[in-house]
């Protein structure tokens, strides 16, 4: 979706994620090249719904967002994508949990780090929510209790305050939830307030 005008809203995970109802509809954050060609209702039409995908152009060359011929024949659409990386569950202490691009800054920013106890989890569909698939996806990292939401936008846009209690249910018994995000936006009237904090990467 394009959006231009100068005080033309962006849309917003919060924005979709509301407006998505029961089994009628679904949202997707794409950031692979795998997932594009099964996301459309041609590829389930037996559970045709209305789909709002989102897939940031800024991926476009990146050189982490790629798939490979075969992957892209044979692949299909992941609700949810684990660890990727050669981390070992039992050293991991935290967990981070994202969905769009900022995956790629955490990814970057641990590499460079050489950190191997932070595991970070990309949500790829927040409505419906993929509870049974993320709880297994977490189930390696019971042991661990500090869980991050992670989102480049402002608090009270994203997805954290329509799927917060999604990602609490899916959390192992005892661990805790905190959110890594900029603060609140302020939109009124033809006037926009940006009250933001600038914030470096980390995992």
């Not at 929510?129 to 209790?145: D, G, S, T, W």
Request: aromatic share 8%; hydrophobic share 35%; charged share 20%.
């Amino acid at each position: 979706m394009k959006v231009k005008g100068r005080n033309t809203p962006l849309p917003s995970g919060t924005l979709f994620t509301a407006l998505c109802s029961a089994k009628y509809s679904s949202l997707r954050a794409i950031n692979t090249g795998t997932g594009l060609p099964y996301v459309t209702p041609s590829s389930d039409p037996q559970n045709a719904s209305p789909l709002v995908a989102i897939t940031p152009k800024s991926l476009l060359r990146h050189p982490l967002a790629v798939s490979s011929l075969d992957e892209l024949i044979n692949g299909s659409f992941q609700n949810v994508i684990g660890e990727l990386d050669n981390i070992d569950p039992k050293q991991v202490k935290r967990v981070v949990m994202c969905s769009g691009k900022v995956y790629y800054d955490l990814i970057e920013k641990r590499r460079e780090n050489n950190q191997t106890d932070v595991a970070i989890i990309r949500i790829e569909q927040l409505y419906p929510f993929p509870l049974e698939e993320m709880q297994q996806i977490l189930e390696p990292y019971a042991h661990v209790k500090d869980f991050v939401w992670c989102q480049e936008e402002p608090l009270n846009q994203g997805a954290w305050y329509c799927s917060k209690h999604n990602f609490e249910a899916s959390l192992p018994e005892d661990a805790k939830l905190t959110y890594a995000a900029d603060r609140l936006l302020l939109h009124g009237g033809g006037l926009s307030i940006v009250t933001r904090k600038t914030t470096k990467t980390t995992c």
